[in-house]
Structures are given as C-alpha cells and as structure tokens.
C-alpha cells in the first residue's frame, strides 16, 4: 500500500482522496467520503498527505482532533520552484500552476486574507479557484520533475519538505497561542502609562511627557510628530537629520530626555497598549496567524499582533498556565555557525564546533582576545560593512578564514552583477528590482529609517543600485540558510515532542518557545538541543559545526533572559 496519498476538499465538508505512486500519479482508483476528517484519521498508515494548501486544510482538521504527522504543501512548492528557476513574483496558485502547465492564461493569485484581529473566515473574503483532485496531480507530477531538474535536486527536495512542515508547525501554534495573562498585562501598562483618558486619547504619562517636552522647547510641540521635533530643535539652533534614540543623546538640551522616555512609551502604547490587547487577546492566548516564508529569506513573519517583536517589559504578560513552564530557547549565534558550516572553512568550522561562545573562541584566535571587535568583525562580514573599519576586519577574517569570507564575498559580487544566489537548500533571491520592488522584497535601502525588533530606529540603506543589491545577496546566503536550518529544528522538534503534551507556541528567527507541564520541562529542553544539532546534520551534512542553545525553564517569558 502507497503511503503517500492526495487529499482534495470536497463540497459540504467531504473529501476526495487517492494513493500516489512513486512518479505523483494515482496509484489506484479516487476515492470519495463525507467527512473530511474521518477520512484522514481513518487512515494512520498514511506517511505523508499532498495537498493544495496547508493553511486551508489543516486548521479544519486540527479542529477536529485529527493531526497529521506529514505533507507536501503544492502551493508551496510552487512558490519555492519559481524562486528557484527565477520567476519570483508570478503567481503561485494550483491555478496558476496548472494554468502554466497547460499553456493557458495564468490567473492572478488571490489577494491575501485580511489580517484583521481574530477575524476568522468570511464569505465575502477572496476565495481560491477550485482545482480538482485530477488536475492538482497534474500539477504535483510536474512538480517532482522540476525537482529533478533543480541545481541540488536532493537540497531542494529537503527544502520543500521543511517548508511543508513549518506550515503544520505553524498551524499548530495558531491553534495552541502564546499563554498570555490580560490582567499583568493592563496591570503592566497603567504602570507604565497611567491613567487612560476618555475618548481614546493618549494616556497619563505620555501626556505629561509631551507637557515636559513643549516646556523646554517654550512652545507647543508633538512628540509624536518627528517633523515638529525636528523643526523644533532648529529654532533652538540645533541641526537633527532624525529623532533616533542615538543622534538625541548626542544633544544637550532639556526636551532630550523627556523626548527620549515619550518614544519609547509611545511605540507600546500603540503597538502593545489596550486596543492591542482587546484584539489580539482571546481565551488566555495571542495568536497572530504565522507565516512560514513569508519573507523572502525564509524568515517567517505574522499576520498581525507584532508577535515578533514583543518588548521585553510586554512579556512579563506571557505567563504559563498553572503547573506548566515555558521552555524558552535562543540558538547561540546561529548565523555565523550557519556561515561556518556553508561556506566549509575548515578554521571558521573549528571555531563553531564549540559550544560556548563563539565570539570569544574567534575573538582568541584571530583577534588578541577582543570579543567585541570579533563579533563587530564576522557579523560585519555577513552584513555587509565592508568600509572604513569594516574593511580592515574583512581583511583580518580573510588571512584567517579566506573560504568564508570568500562565500559571502561570492554572493555579493553575484548580486552587484544581477545574478541570483541561493541558500544551502536552494532558496533563491529574487531578481534585481527598482526601488519600490527592492523595498518589497526586503532589499536593504539607504537613507531611510526601518524599525528594529526592538522598536528603535536604525539606520538603513539606500538605493536599488548593485552595491545596495550585493550587500543584500551577501546576507541573503547566510540568513536564508539559517531560516532552512531553522525549518528542520521546527520539523524535529515537532517530533521529538509528539507523545508530550507539550505544544509548541512561539517562534521567531532563532528563538523557540515550548509550553509544557513542568515534569516534561526537562525533557523538551534536551529534545530542542539534540533537534538542533539534528537540523544541522540533516541541512549540512557531517561537519564540526555545533548548533547549541542557550535554555532557560520560567513561568514568565521576561525572566528568560
């Protein structure tokens, strides 16, 4: 018996399903039931379920209790095989795909669902164009043949694999939430912000703070306005490009700290204040709808909510229920370990096979015992510094690890010329872009301001141009790398945790929550390292690489670090 079958939604709840042969096509007749859950749970054997679309399919059957160990994810997939032949940006659909195929007019995808909070579905939302079962294995046959055609077709197969996964991982954690506590929660903003005032103005404290603000400047002025500030100080005499923390600090005036104290209240007022909290909050749990891949180097993101950047004072609502811990977990310098094991250095791979800190062993052997300069020196080779000191560092890492430094430096001269580069597993760059696309697609551009996680604003760079492009590509290797890497950690540790009660219920880049009860605290901390190394050899093959953790068991998520 196939242990691979395909799975259609059928109309008023049914299904339609069939046993696949080792080529994608029907390895027997179609079958058709009433009930599309039963149908699944009926069938344990089943190693793994092709279907169209994960996010469409399996919340439904989550719902019903029935959890799937395994799928191929077509909508996916197709998403990843255009980035990878060079197409970025056509549509992705089964339509689409099959439109393709057939030589027809390819129809637009639909457009996202709204990320409205704790909306659930509508009528009125675009719905997909149905595809039936028969011409969605058109579709998946193909598919296999492409993979086949790909430059690391066995690469690319894993890649397609761990992204299916992450988008059951990510359904699994829409369903679980993140435990969060309301009443710590307001309880942490009247501390912070005060009292609220009727019809939705700003709170108390940032009240006062904007008095202390137009006190010193001895007129009205809007701290939340940068434009006002910035025309403010100028009458003052004093010249600002911006309102960034780091170029107020540097000033000497008394709406300075004022200023400083209302941004920083300000950013949680409106991303984590009240209104957030009645929208995002449901049940004890905040589920703001993860997006496996959804930026172009495989980083996920969410729907809503700013699940990925929660500040530290915030988290002290993200509480375990009671007799439960949360298993709190943070990959330790995971993309220079990534660069290590990609680009083969043999004395960078030395210096990421330890499990202690990585910067302290490099900083020992190539940097007079530094640490800061030899964290500033290999984190400014990915990213791209490559200027002023920047370049004496990539000098001082090149004599030592000239096989990593000449990876990245590969990846970038591949972006300044308009080629694509790849991740490990074969994730592909989108083409060169215009300034709006660049924007789009995540490509860093100068003189404009982009949020960090942390809600301070960083400098970012500017243009479409090559060298904006190569420093992009030059990144784009090593981060994406480790978002595959990242995939498979999830994969495992999804399966080393399936007879716990355990539930994943919070992920970003390179941190892992898991929620469990505390007698299996100790278990899940061991499953998400031995994972992690797991990931490793499964993404990289046998290297001295290591993938530890830094783990931490709390009741309350702020108390993790």
């Known amino acids: 018996m196939s242990d691979r079958w395909a799975l259609a939604a059928a109309e008023g709840g049914g299904a339609q399903l069939v046993p696949l042969g080792p080529d994608g096509l029907p390895a027997g007749p179609v079958l058709t039931e009433p009930d599309l859950a039963e149908a699944v749970r009926s069938r344990p054997e089943v190693g793994r379920w092709v279907w169209r679309s994960t996010a469409d399919i399996y919340p439904g059957l989550l719902s019903a209790g029935v959890r799937v160990e395994r799928c191929y994810d077509i909508e996916d997939a197709e998403l990843l095989l255009l980035g990878h032949e060079g197409r970025l940006g056509e549509p992705h659909s089964a339509a689409a795909a099959l439109a393709r195929l057939r030589k027809g007019p390819v129809p637009p995808d639909p457009p996202p669902r709204a990320a409205e909070p704790g909306s659930q579905s509508s009528l009125f939302e675009p719905q997909p164009v149905p595809v039936p079962l028969e011409s969605l294995l058109e579709v998946y046959a193909d598919q296999?043949?492409?993979?086949?055609?790909?430059?690391?077709?066995?690469?690319?197969?894993?890649?397609?694999?761990?992204?299916?996964?992450?988008?059951?991982?990510?359904?699994?954690?829409?369903?679980?939430?993140?435990?969060?506590?309301?009443?710590?929660?307001?309880?942490?903003?009247?501390?912070?912000?005060?009292?609220?005032y009727a019809g939705g103005g700003e709170p108390r404290r940032l009240a006062e703070l904007a008095d202390e603000v137009s006190a010193a400047f001895g007129r009205r002025v809007r701290p939340d306005l940068p434009a006002d500030v910035i025309k403010a100080f100028a009458r003052a005499g004093i010249r600002l490009r911006s309102t960034r923390r780091w170029e107020l600090e540097e000033i000497d005036h008394p709406a300075v700290k004022p200023l400083i104290q209302y941004k920083k209240l300000y950013r949680i007022w409106v991303a984590h204040g009240w209104s957030w909290l009645q929208d995002w909050v449901r049940d004890g749990r905040f589920r703001p709808g993860y997006l496996p891949g959804g930026s172009v180097s495989g980083r996920w993101t969410t729907n809503g909510g700013g699940a990925l950047q929660i500040p530290k004072v915030i988290r002290?609502?993200?509480?375990?229920?009671?007799?439960?811990?949360?298993?709190?977990?943070?990959?330790?310098?995971?993309?220079?370990?990534?660069?290590?094991?990609?680009?083969?250095?043999?004395?960078?791979?030395?210096?990421?096979?330890?499990?202690?800190?990585?910067?302290?062993?490099?900083?020992?052997?190539?940097?007079?015992?530094?640490?800061?300069?030899?964290?500033?020196?290999?984190?400014?080779?990915?990213?791209?510094?490559?200027?002023?000191?920047?370049?004496?560092?990539?000098?001082?890492?090149?004599?030592?690890?000239?096989?990593?430094?000449?990876?990245?430096?590969?990846?970038?001269?591949?972006?300044?010329?308009?080629?694509?580069?790849?991740?490990?597993?074969?994730?592909?760059?989108?083409?060169?872009?215009?300034?709006?696309?660049?924007?789009?697609?995540?490509?860093?551009?100068?003189?404009?301001e982009q949020p960090s996680q942390e809600g301070e604003f960083t400098p970012g760079y500017a243009s479409s141009n090559a060298r904006a492009r190569g420093r992009f590509t030059r990144n784009f290797v090593v981060q994406g790398s480790a978002a595959d890497w990242a995939l498979l950690l999830l994969a495992a540790l999804r399966q080393a945790t399936a007879g716990m009660r355990a539930e994943l219920v919070f992920f970003q880049h390179d941190e892992v929550i898991v929620h469990c009860p505390a007698e299996e605290a100790e278990a899940v901390a061991k499953a998400i390292r031995e994972s992690g190394e797991l990931a490793g050899r499964i993404a990289f093959g046998q290297t001295p690489v290591r993938f530890p953790f830094s783990t931490a068991v709390v009741e309350c998520y702020a108390d993790a670090k």
Do not use: C
């Not at 940097?367 to 490559?386: C, E, N, P």
């Not at 080629?419 to 003189?447: F, M």
């Open 144 to 196: 296999l043949r492409r993979h086949d055609a790909a430059e690391h077709p066995g690469r690319m197969r894993l890649l397609t694999a761990a992204e299916s996964a992450g988008m059951l991982v990510a359904a699994e954690m829409n369903l679980a939430g993140l435990p969060w506590r309301a009443d710590v929660h307001r309880g942490v903003l009247h501390e912070l912000l005060g009292e609220r």
């Open 316 to 448: 002290r609502a993200v509480v375990a229920d009671e007799g439960w811990r949360l298993v709190v977990a943070d990959a330790d310098q995971m993309e220079p370990r990534v660069l290590a094991a990609i680009s083969r250095d043999p004395g960078l791979m030395d210096v990421a096979g330890h499990d202690g800190d990585l910067y302290s062993v490099l900083s020992d052997r190539a940097f007079s015992g530094d640490r800061d300069h030899a964290k500033v020196a290999l984190l400014g080779a990915i990213y791209g510094q490559t200027s002023g000191d920047g370049l004496k560092n990539l000098a001082a890492l090149r004599r030592r690890f000239p096989l990593a430094v000449a990876y990245v430096d590969d990846a970038a001269r591949a972006g300044e010329e308009g080629r694509l580069v790849r991740t490990w597993l074969g994730r592909t760059s989108p083409r060169a872009a215009g300034a709006a696309e660049a924007d789009e697609a995540g490509i860093p551009q100068e003189t404009t």
